[in-house]
């Protein structure tokens, strides 16, 4: 069975960065795509980036830019390395192995002004 971790929310400033972790286990991870989503308070959740197993890359347009995705098959992980953040960054951030649409418990990510 598949199982998401993700770690590596938290409270930044405007315009700091953060990195955020989605380690997977219980299945082969490399042959997987896997993406980014997030949910702020009374939205829907959206897509954020996502990454193909053959590693090509796709970004909402309010991230483009500023916001990378990438993977580590040795380590079974999906990052998403974001800079420049924005207030409107203001989330809860979903891993999800895309096959079999599995999500992760979410990383609380709070951009202060």
């Known amino acids: 069975q598949v199982q998401l971790v993700e770690s590596g929310g938290g409270l930044v400033q405007a315009g700091g960065s953060l990195r955020l972790s989605c380690v997977v286990s219980?299945?082969?991870?490399?042959?997987?795509?896997m993406g980014w989503y997030r949910q702020a308070p009374g939205m829907q959740r959206e897509l954020v980036a996502s990454?193909?197993?053959?590693?090509?890359?796709n970004y909402a347009d309010s991230v483009k830019g500023r916001f990378t995705i990438s993977r580590d098959s040795a380590k079974n992980t999906v990052y998403l390395q974001m800079n420049s953040l924005k207030p409107e960054d203001t989330a809860v951030y979903y891993c999800?192995?895309?096959?079999?649409?599995?999500w992760g418990q979410g990383t609380q990510v709070t951009v202060s002004s």
């Open positions: 990454i193909t197993s053959g590693g090509l890359t």
């Open positions: 999800r192995y895309i096959n079999l649409n599995i």
């Open positions: 219980g299945r082969l991870f490399s042959i997987n795509g």
